[in-house]
């Protein structure tokens, strides 16, 4: 009950900032923060709850944006409808992908998403129809009464997704979908001999974690009124897809948004201050010092010093 | 009370006037990647636009600032930029980042948000957006006034066929779509045509595929680092015998340290340029001349021929236009724009409705004993000789290519 | 299509594949024999390319620049070593996670840390044999092909031979198959790893080297070349280097030829498609052990 009272919170709080005076500059970089909230905790379902470690998350990220894009320059699709397409299409590439790797172990997995990337990337450069390597300018369809402007709106619709994405994280780890995970992260073999559907387990979390991805996805070309194929499919997103909840803590759902928020919110204020590269330095030295000094992340730090009880859900 | 907060109401007005708030104008400028060879200069000329005026008392009697951010020639950083100018450094006015293709994403920006944006060498990036609000200081105008001079210079000679390679990206397929409609409309036939990616950085394959379909002409349109890598695998591996006329719009090649850098390689290229010395424009050489020492304090591009000239205009541009409609609303500002032409150190400038020049006129020019490691050559009269238009010709080509590139 | 632009293309091919083959050996090493998931090689090997432009702005050749600096990288490969032994391997299973996600951040730190030491622009060298070409009647082969292809072939020849028939060669490899067996002969298979990686990574600042010659690098090429060298890595079979040659050579050929016929767009995918496929059908590669 707690938690739902706490999505609503979020919600209202987003849609009260929106309404409000506050600087519309907030509002786009809050945006790229709670589409971090999105994809870390998409990556959270495969990545931290069954161990296999996802470089791919661009690929579906973008893949999720084109999607947006074809139906906006065929059908004049509306935003919720752009959403819900990407998030179709890239569930259904999470779930091909999954298909064609997830038989492999370890490493060969990753390495395999990282090629789901450069494919994608390349089916797009290749695709006139979205503007090849060129890339397409877009112009935003009139924003909706009560928002001021459509970076305002797109700043609730993703609070919104977050909030959708963290419960269906939540109710994917408190299942028995999210033990038979677990059991695999643990010991796939184990898991096996005793009668876990391994590979349909690990079929799903890549299904819907690719679904999430999408849906992140699908918001940002509206939101930069442009789209080409190099930013939408960078590795940035994947590398920060993956840092994020293994700052935070990959074993609960918290993890991710509080990975998400923190590093997010530093990256954002670092791009104000000081440059787009430190950002992306800070990224990958704090993954490096989580990684090997603090391997469950801020709520394992938060458990030894005892401020989070020890029993894990 | 009313006539105490009268005189307390002028009182604060007057003070506040005395210490007015800058002019803020804002501008994301390539400064590094494929496009920072240009946009260094560039910035340094509307620096120098920036210092001029403010010894002159400003805009409307404030200081004018600029707000300079480097945009790595990367599209995908410019719509951020553009929005923290506006939204955290709330800039009063834009000027576009130097290039067609970082200027392509923030075109959907400023018509939304009503903004008046002056051009940085762009071409045709209005086309799709059709904002009402942007003035190009580039001197081309649509794709004709850019390929009939190598077109009919090559037609002169008798050339037939024509070969196109052009990057997948905003400036150059604008440029080589409306290049090959031009040519078929000409009755030139095309035997090969390629695209590729913008960041391709080994062209010998398609350097083979071009010598094999031997082309009486080829028209290129890169950006500066895939300009220069053409540039050397047609030197490393050749062309083939039948080339006449080769380049046409591959951007780079005007930028000193890169002319510098390639030096001898450069020879019989036919290609674009603002402005090459031998053109008159009144006061032209004296900005040179101020330029070259202030680049050389800046270690930036000492000869400043391409960009620097066309930037100080923009400058030149907005000055005149504020002191016109003494303010500085947008929608004021671009009326005004629209209806009058002005008089800047490349000559008088003035648009049509799509914001583009209202009289286009493109030097197609060709490299001539270029001597290598030599930058201040290029000051001489002679390295670049003028093809095309005929108020400023100084020359014929030298054909076939191979013989103009005393090649293998 | 003509007869002549194929031939063109898979002699180019041919070189190219060479300097695949030669660019992916250290990840043979590392990655095939060591079983260490070493995603940041390419960006090491984009690392050793920097380092020849910056002795190549004081005149050194970059050959000779890359052999200079295979001591220097070889002490930074005991050390990565070093380091990921003792914050992994020794802790057991979920280790493979963290290792892997180690790695990933090493690369986009080594990439990042390039960006900010010498910005985002195109760097290249200048040497006697970039910039000419051989002809060979109607064909050009360019210079610089023809270099990184015998280096190549030298360094893969090398390595081959170092592996078979020294002793501390034949330890590797011993660790690789059968690590236990090794320990209880008495050798010590932590520093023998450390060792070999410390020669997988010497390896990767000539490659780096070659890199440059080829072509003009710029930071972030290493992530093209992930897809490059673990296509070339799985296809060959983990932990054989004449495999590594076989594959180096297969990619080569195959990208030059869609590149003929299909353009630069295309190429790409070339390298990860062909891992996708080694994946799916034959995990173990063509010579896999």
């Known amino acids: ?313 | 009370m009313r006539f105490v907060s009268f005189i307390l109401g002028l009182a604060f007005s007057a003070l506040a006037l005395a210490q007015s708030a800058p002019v803020k104008i804002g501008i994301g400028i390539a400064q590094t990647g494929t496009l920072g060879g240009g946009g260094k200069a560039a910035l340094l000329a509307l620096q120098m636009w920036v210092e001029d005026v403010n010894g002159r008392g400003g805009l409307l009697g404030r200081k004018v600032e600029l707000l300079a951010y480097d945009d790595q020639s990367n599209p995908a950083t410019t719509p951020g930029i553009y929005t923290k100018l506006l939204d955290v450094d709330k800039v009063d006015l834009l000027i576009a980042p130097y290039g067609t293709v970082p200027t392509a994403p923030i075109m959907p920006l400023v018509k939304q948000r009503g903004l008046l944006l002056m051009g940085n060498f762009s071409f045709q990036v209005n086309h799709t957006v059709k904002h009402d609000m942007w003035f190009n200081n580039a001197p081309w105008g649509d794709a004709t006034s850019w390929t009939e001079g190598f077109l009919r210079i090559g037609q002169n000679i008798g050339a037939q066929t024509i070969a196109f390679i052009a990057a997948d990206q905003e400036f150059a397929q604008n440029l080589a779509n409306g290049a090959k409609e031009i040519a078929k409309k000409s009755g030139l036939k095309t035997v090969y045509e390629q695209n590729y990616p913008p960041a391709t950085v080994d062209f010998s394959a398609m350097i083979r595929a071009i010598r094999a379909a031997k082309p009486d002409m080829v028209f290129v349109c890169s950006y500066p680092n895939d300009s220069v890598a053409i540039v050397r695998a047609v030197n490393e591996i050749g062309v083939g015998s039948q080339v006449q006329l080769f380049g046409g719009g591959m951007v780079g090649l005007q930028f000193t340290p890169i002319m510098s850098s390639l030096g001898s390689l450069l020879n019989g290229i036919t290609n674009y340029n603002s402005y090459v010395p031998g053109m008159k424009y009144p006061g032209i050489e004296d900005f040179l001349q101020r330029y070259a020492k202030k680049a050389a304090e800046a270690k930036v591009d000492p000869l400043g021929f391409y960009l620097p000239p066309f930037n100080y205009a923009i400058g030149q541009i907005l000055e005149q236009a504020v002191a016109a409609t003494k303010s500085l609303d947008q929608k004021l500002l671009a009326k005004h724009l629209h209806g009058h032409e002005f008089n800047t150190i490349v000559g008088p400038i003035s648009w049509g409705p799509d914001g583009e020049r209202a009289r286009p006129a493109v030097p197609m020019i060709q490299f001539r004993n270029v001597a290598d490691k030599n930058v201040e050559q290029f000051r001489q009269i002679g390295k670049q000789v003028i093809l095309h238009p005929p108020q400023f010709k100084s020359g014929d080509p030298v054909v076939p290519y191979e013989k103009a590139r005393g090649g293998n | 299509m003509s007869f002549e632009l194929l031939l063109e293309a898979i002699v180019f091919g041919v070189l190219l594949g060479c300097f695949y083959a030669a660019v992916s050996i250290g990840l043979s090493v590392a990655f095939g024999l060591l079983d260490v998931p070493h995603v940041a090689h390419p960006a090491i090997m984009v690392l050793g390319s920097y380092c020849t432009y910056v002795l190549g702005r004081y005149g050194w050749d970059p050959i000779v620049a890359g052999i200079a600096l295979m001591p220097l990288f070889f002490l930074l490969g005991v050390a990565i070593y070093r380091f990921y032994y003792e914050s992994f391997e020794k802790r057991g299973s979920d280790a493979g996670v963290r290792g892997l996600a180690f790695f990933f951040g090493l690369a986009f730190i080594i990439e990042v840390g390039l960006i900010l030491v010498f910005g985002v622009d195109q760097r290249m060298v200048e040497a006697a044999y970039i910039g000419r070409s051989l002809a060979l009647g109607e064909f050009r082969i360019p210079w610089r092909m023809v270099v990184a292809f015998g280096v190549a072939l030298a360094l893969t020849a090398g390595l081959t031979i170092y592996l078979s028939r020294t002793f501390t060669g034949r330890a590797i490899k011993a660790v690789a198959q059968d690590e236990p067996a090794l320990r209880l002969m008495g050798a010590n298979p932590v520093r023998i790893k450390q060792w070999a990686f410390g020669i997988a990574t010497g390896v990767t600042a000539l490659a780096g080297a070659m890199l440059i010659v080829v072509g003009p690098v710029e930071p972030s090429l290493d992530r093209v070349y992930i897809g490059r060298t673990f296509a070339v890595v799985v296809l060959a079979g983990l932990g054989s280097m004449t495999g590594t040659l076989a594959a180096g050579l297969i990619l080569g050929i195959s990208e030059s030829i869609v590149l003929m016929q299909f353009g630069a767009s295309w190429a790409p995918a070339v390298a990860f498609g062909l891992l996708l496929v080694a994946l799916g059908i034959r995990p173990q590669g063509l010579f896999g052990r």
């Open chain 1, 1 to 313: 009950m707690k938690f739902w009272i706490g999505m609503a919170v979020t919600v209202a709080l987003a849609a009260g900032l929106a309404l409000s005076r506050t600087n519309e500059y907030f509002f786009y970089a809050g945006f790229v923060v709670l589409q971090f909230v999105v994809l870390a905790t998409a990556w959270n379902i495969l990545g931290g709850y069954a161990g296999y470690v996802n470089f791919g998350t661009a690929a579906f990220f973008g893949i999720g944006a084109y999607t947006a894009v074809v139906l906006f320059k065929a059908a004049g699709a509306p935003l919720a409808l752009q959403i819900l397409a990407a998030a179709v299409i890239s569930g259904l590439l999470g779930f091909g992908t999954g298909l064609l790797t997830l038989r492999l172990r370890g490493i060969f997995f990753s390495i395999a998403t990282v090629a789901v990337i450069f494919i994608m990337e390349t089916a797009m450069v290749n695709w006139r129809y979205v503007g090849g390597a060129t890339g397409m300018q877009l112009l935003r369809p009139p924003v909706m009464e009560p928002f001021e402007s459509y970076t305002r709106m797109l700043f609730v619709t993703m609070a919104i997704l977050a909030v959708i994405a963290v419960s269906i994280a939540r109710y994917i780890e408190v299942s028995w979908i999210g033990r038979g995970l677990r059991a695999i992260r643990d010991s796939e073999e184990a898991a096996e001999c005793f009668g876990v559907p391994t590979l349909q387990l690990k079929l799903f979390a890549c299904t819907v974690s690719g679904a999430l991805m999408g849906a992140a996805g699908a918001a940002m070309p509206m939101y930069m009124s442009f789209i080409e194929p190099p930013s939408s499919f960078s590795l940035t997103y994947s590398v920060s897809a993956l840092a994020m909840p293994m700052i935070g803590g990959t074993s609960h759902w918290l993890g991710p948004v509080i990975g998400a928020v923190l590093l997010g919110s530093v990256q954002q204020i670092v791009t104000v201050t000081i440059s787009n590269e430190i950002n992306v330095l800070v990224v990958g030295v704090l993954l490096v010092v989580f990684v090997v000094a603090a391997p469950d992340g801020i709520l394992g730090l938060l458990k030894k010093l005892r401020w989070l009880p020890r029993s894990s859900r």
